[in-house]
């Protein structure tokens, strides 16, 4: 059974996942600021007020969520964010060899080891960005959560590995039979159309912790 507290949990957790308070993930949705303040989540009478379908179909569709990922969410934050720990490299270093399988998952004993709220990916994985390319969407020092296991969609924040070992976070713009476009967080740095062929692997961004 689905509660109202796990519901409104989710949609914190689905705000913070993305970096965004509750206020700018509304108003990211083109809905009113104020949708999922806590001050909306009773009636006057002291009565639970579940969001809309229809608000919940907005923030899912402009944050590339899945409903399979919100359910993940809503039982993660019913766990009130039990804690694991993750694999954690720099994102330089993830060119090198043996640290990740041909299907991009994490592999070999080169990794740290962080505390992460739970995710619903057991093989996430974490970044720490390094440098200044990649301002002002990430920063040197953030640490960026990925999972190999999330379906890619355009629009989506990616890593991406060539198969000449270069490892970037890029944004998702387009995705052909023959081509990746994607598109750089700093705009001193042009985009890039990649062919398949040199795409090692690409996976999803969950969040960062700044």
Not at 70 to 91: E, K, N, Q
Not at 94 to 102: E, H, P, Q, R, V
Not at 124 to 129: F, M, V, W
Not at 147 to 173: F, H, I, Y
């Amino acid at each position: 059974m689905i509660t109202h507290e796990q519901i409104w949990r989710a949609i914190d957790a689905l705000a913070k996942r993305e970096g965004l308070s509750v206020s700018a993930l509304a108003k990211r949705a083109g809905l009113d600021a104020t949708t999922f303040n806590k001050s909306k989540r009773i009636t006057a009478k002291g009565r639970p007020r579940w969001p809309s379908s229809e608000s919940l179909a907005k923030i899912l569709s402009c944050t590339n969520t899945t409903l399979d990922e919100f359910a993940a969410l809503m039982r993660t934050s019913h766990r009130r964010y039990v804690r694991v720990r993750i694999p954690l490299i720099g994102l330089a270093q993830a060119g090198g060899g043996g640290l990740f399988d041909d299907g991009g998952f994490p592999v070999g004993g080169g990794w740290e080891e962080i505390d992460c709220p739970g995710v619903a990916d057991e093989n996430a994985y974490a970044l720490r960005i390094t440098g200044q390319s990649m301002e002002p969407v990430y920063r040197a020092g953030d640490v960026i959560i990925v999972s190999p296991n999330s379906q890619v969609r355009p629009g989506d924040r990616v890593v991406v590995r060539l198969t000449g070992g270069e490892v970037m976070a890029k944004l998702l713009r387009r995705r052909t039979a023959k081509h990746v476009e994607l598109v750089s967080f700093n705009p001193a740095h042009p985009p890039r159309r990649e062919p398949l062929e040199r795409i090692h692997w690409m996976a999803r961004i969950l969040w960062v912790s700044q």
